[in-house]
């Protein structure tokens, strides 16, 4: 039975009295079996509610509510029932190469289809059952992201660890009928999916468009901590460059076609081959930028559309920022930060810090920690007045990095302010100027790998 963990402040759920530790029975005398019953069983404007309270008392509870209004609460899990665990082995997972003394949520390996539906994970569909595909469809949950990486059924075997993975055209062809839409990824290793079997996915999986809506391209994420593991390594800048051009070539085949690109490259692949990405028009509509697919690209369009209303004076007459950045955004910052060079009363520097953490192939920012940010600024911004971090370096209820390490405590190690501005081109420019106050609310994150990463890759800009 769903449980209340927590009652957010001024929620209905408050105003009905509701508390920690509490059960909900039914919903209109629905049982709530997991998170995707609970969802549409809140779609609706009146509800009876048999609540089980924490002293074994039980309540009937009727109330009115707007369409899209929640219960505004967190449940003890968040499927309601069980999260459904990974039962692959996936050769380049990433969670196997996160070190042990982590904390134990970013060492959970979930693959539930219930999670893509409603928060966009990536999910692999090797331990969703048939009555579960036929469960998707009746109740059109759509979009799902699906993590393909091959379309070769011995290949995807081998690389998942999985006999059950070599179904997946089979699940995927079963789900389009059903009129449900998928977008997929391949986690492309070197002298594994890539080359010709990458072409051999990318054939497979287009006719299903529209219901295989887009296809993205990361590459392989590797830490220092992998060991004990299959040996992989990472991509080469000339190799990078072929899959640019083997995914430009494809989408050159494929939009008279389908009218879309279908298939892109993730950001890194552009960033690691020292090219440009290409024009907005080319990721269609943008729907894998949280797999670090036309991040970039969304970066700098936004970018251009922020400077106009971008105010002409430093706050304060005079600033110096030092701008924290991983190694992959360092050229695209220090470009779109040439523009202010002429602000007189502006002096900053772009501090691109290397992830000494997880090792130095991990170069995206979101996977910065406050330890390697601390080692690697003290000594080096004396005389700054603040220190601006992008938001997707944190978690999602709390100021805390990935290593547990606070806003607060890199404030106090370095002993400068620290300024903290969504991951935009507005938030760049306005933060940089110190003109905070106009930029909007931060965007907040999920402070897991999976969360952040839903295919567990280091990808993209972000």
């Avoid at 469809?137 to 011995?154: A, G, Q, R, Y």
């Avoid at 497979?204 to 590459?219: E, G, H, K, M, N």
Wanted: proline share 5%; aromatic share 8%.
């Amino acid at each position: 039975m769903p449980k209340i963990a927590q009652v957010h402040p001024d929620s209905l759920a408050e105003e009905l009295e509701l508390e920690p530790g509490d059960e909900l029975l039914s919903i209109n005398g629905q049982v709530i079996k997991d998170i995707v019953d609970l969802q549409f069983a809140l779609a609706t404007e009146e509800l009876e509610l048999e609540v089980k309270k924490a002293d074994g008392e039980q309540w009937v509870v009727e109330v009115e509510k707007g369409y899209d209004e929640g219960l505004g609460v967190d449940w003890e899990n968040p499927t309601v029932d069980k999260v459904r665990l990974c039962h692959n082995k996936c050769v380049f997972c990433f969670v196997d190469q996160i070190p042990t003394n982590m904390r134990q949520t970013l060492n959970v390996r979930d693959d539930d289809y219930r999670l893509s539906f409603l928060h966009g994970n990536f999910v692999t569909l090797t331990n969703v059952k048939d009555e579960e595909l036929q469960r998707i469809v009746d109740l059109k949950m759509s979009p799902l992201n699906i993590s393909v990486h091959t379309t070769n059924p011995e290949l995807r075997v081998r690389m998942l660890a999985n006999k059950r993975s070599g179904e997946i055209m089979r699940q995927i062809e079963f789900l389009a009928k059903g009129g449900i839409e998928m977008n997929t990824q391949v986690v492309l290793c070197p002298e594994w999916n890539d080359g010709e079997e990458l072409n051999r996915t990318i054939r497979d999986l287009a006719p299903f468009y529209p219901a295989v809506r887009t296809l993205s391209v990361v590459p392989v994420g590797l830490t220092k901590h992998r060991r004990g593991l299959h040996s992989l390594r990472s991509c080469t800048p000339a190799e990078a460059t072929r899959v640019i051009e083997q995914v430009a070539k494809w989408q050159a085949e494929l939009r008279p076609k389908l009218g879309a690109s279908f298939v892109h490259a993730a950001d890194e692949f552009y960033v690691l081959a020292n090219a440009d990405v290409p024009p907005g028009e080319h990721y269609d509509d943008f729907a894998q930028t949280e797999n670090g697919v036309g991040v970039i690209r969304t970066f700098l369009d936004e970018l251009e559309e922020s400077w106009p209303r971008v105010p002409r004076a430093v706050y304060g007459n005079k600033r110096k920022v030092a701008i924290v950045t991983g190694a992959s955004a360092e050229q695209t910052i220090r470009k779109s930060l040439m523009r202010l060079d002429a602000f007189r009363g502006l002096d900053y520097k772009v501090f691109p810090i290397v992830n000494d953490f997880y090792g130095n192939h991990v170069t995206v920012t979101g996977l910065l920690t406050g330890t390697d940010i601390v080692r690697q600024l003290q000594g080096q911004v004396e005389g700054f007045d603040t220190v601006l971090l992008p938001d997707i370096m944190l978690k999602d209820d709390a100021d805390v990095f990935l290593d547990d390490y606070t806003v607060d405590k890199v404030e106090k190690e370095l002993g400068l302010p620290i300024t903290v501005v969504p991951a935009t081109g507005t938030g760049l420019l306005f933060g940089t100027l110190g003109h905070t106050q106009s930029l909007p609310p931060r965007r907040r994150y999920e402070a897991t790998l999976r969360e952040q990463y839903p295919s567990s890759q280091v990808s993209g800009l972000a």
